[in-house]
């Protein structure tokens, strides 16, 4: 993995390229470009929270199959936030020949 300038980590924001809940093997939706990355993470953070309440509830609670549902879909929401920040952080910087490479 290329290193990222961690001077300017403040500044990085999500690319906007990973999509999530496909259809007929249609992404639905996607995470949107330019949220800086503190926040998408804090976000991703938030939603694993609420999933982890959800299957906690799910395991000791009868007739909860809307608790795994909601889990799934939150998961994936963060999955996608997450990635989406994998791949800003993973970019290579400015090369010798001056392109940035992504």
């Known amino acids: 993995m290329a290193k990222t300038d961690?001077?300017?980590a403040s500044e990085l924001k999500t690319v906007g390229f990973t999509p999530f809940l496909y259809v007929s093997d249609?992404?639905?939706f996607h995470v949107c470009r330019d949220i800086p990355v503190a926040e998408a993470l804090t976000q991703a953070s938030n939603l694993l929270f609420l999933v982890k309440s959800l299957t906690v509830d799910a395991a000791y609670t009868r007739d909860t199959d809307r608790h795994a549902w909601a889990a799934h879909y939150l998961?994936?929401?963060g999955k996608a936030l997450i990635d989406d920040v994998v791949k800003v952080l993973e970019r290579?910087?400015?090369g010798a020949a001056g392109k940035a490479e992504g």
Do not use: I
């Open 26 to 28: 249609q992404p639905m």
């Open 75 to 77: 998961t994936a929401m």
């Open 6 to 8: 961690t001077s300017c």
């Open 92 to 94: 290579r910087p400015v």
